[in-house]
């Protein structure tokens, strides 16, 4: 009876390493775009390294809507470290990406993003991520900057 728990217990190790976090990491690694977008909205809000590590990564995805849902994963968070990555992507070739940037960066920056999201609402070539630059501004008790923008 001890051999059997005694291969049960990896057994079942193993199963929940590839149900679990292992089924992430292959999802987010995955050549199909869908599914790494699937293993992005699977770490929403998740705040262990290896978790902000791989959305940090797929916010260089060639994909646009895996590297929006990287943006809107990795801000659910709530940490105020992930301004630094949020900063660049307020030039992202898609304005899908810009436009969450906006958001993200008014969520987690605080005071330090209103310089860069008054200029992302004066100067972006997108009317959308003007306005949710302006919207994000407001939304995060900015209405001062947000006024500023007009």
Known sequence: MTKKSGLATPFLAFFALIAGCGGVSADIHSGDPDER?????????????????????????????VREAAVTALASTGMKETLQHFLPLLQDP??????AACRAAA??????AVPELI????HDRSLLVRRRAID???????????????
């Open 37 to 65: 977008r699937m293993g992005v909205l699977k770490l929403e809000g998740s705040r262990d390294a290896e978790s902000i590590r791989l959305l940090t990564e797929r916010l260089a995805d060639e994909d646009t809507l």
């Open 119 to 122: 200029s992302i609402a004066k």
């Open 94 to 99: 898609s304005e899908m990406v810009r436009a």
């Open 107 to 112: 969520g987690v920056g605080g005071d330090t």
């Open 136 to 150: 994000a501004l407001a939304d995060n008790h900015r209405l001062n900057a947000a006024v500023e923008t007009l």
